[in-house]
């Protein structure tokens, strides 16, 4: 089965810091996501990736980026971070070779509070 | 506009008894739709996956049920365990999208012993 490490489980920031949210999968999955999840508002998405170098973006991609250099990392940028960007962060993978039979796989999450 | 919902009350049962959640979805014309288990502080588990042609799926003590004409699912928890306590995710995969999965609020389950 493939494990999802993101690389922090809580993180604070100052407003206005550049902050960068590391995910790596263990195996050689297309897929990953990023989704933000809030009180309320459920998860919802913000980029996902689909190959190296290829991004797209989901529901609310403003204020942030991402990087995919290589397959196994997926990286979520705040460009600038503010106090709305305060939640926990998620990301997942999906391994499309398998077919539909599974879901995704996520790792455990990051707190982040900006400050 | 498209929406999905679940029960927003938490549901809290006895243990031993059948517990039943509730998502329901409008303007989507989902493929598959999963179920997750999420405690708190860690990220969803991956439960089970329904196909749309299919109209129900279980695995030990879980039921899943999908009817795309009242555009719902159910998800049962029979004999239920404090040990399922947890909030439980519904979320849609829509065709043709790059695999992405849009998610209910989720549902807090509470099983009393």
């Known amino acids: 089965d493939v494990k999802v490490t993101q690389s922090s489980r809580y993180l604070v920031k100052r407003t206005g810091e550049k902050v960068f949210l590391e995910c790596v999968q263990d195996m050689d999955h297309e897929n990953m996501f990023w989704y933000r999840q809030d009180p309320g508002l459920g998860l919802r998405l913000i980029y996902f990736?689909?190959?190296?170098?290829?991004?797209e973006k989901g529901d609310i991609p403003e204020g942030y980026s991402v990087s995919r250099e290589k397959k196994e990392r997926f990286s979520l940028i705040l460009e600038s971070a503010s106090t709305n960007q305060t939640s926990m962060y998620l990301c997942?993978?999906?391994?499309?070779?398998?077919?539909?039979?599974?879901?995704?796989?996520f790792g455990s999450g990051t707190r982040l509070t900006v400050v | 506009s498209q929406k999905i919902e679940q029960n927003s009350e938490a549901l809290n049962i006895q243990e031993g008894k059948t517990a039943t959640l509730t998502c329901n979805y409008t303007?989507?014309?989902?493929?598959?739709l999963q179920w997750y288990r999420q405690d708190p502080g860690r990220g969803p588990v991956f439960l089970l996956l329904?196909?749309?042609?299919?109209k129900e799926k279980r695995k030990e003590r879980l039921k899943v049920t999908f009817d795309t004409t009242l555009k719902q699912s159910l998800f049962h928890i029979t004999a239920s365990q404090p040990a399922d306590s947890a909030t439980y995710l519904c979320?849609?995969?829509?065709?043709?999208?790059?695999?992405?999965?849009?998610f209910g609020q989720g549902t807090e389950l509470s099983v009393k012993p």
């Open positions: 329904i196909r749309e042609n299919e």
């Open positions: 303007n989507y014309s989902p493929a598959y």
């Open positions: 997942a993978n999906l391994d499309r070779a398998k077919g539909t039979g599974e879901g995704y796989t």
């Open positions: 979320a849609l995969m829509i065709y043709n999208q790059g695999g992405k999965l849009i």
């Open positions: 990736s689909y190959d190296v170098k290829m991004k």
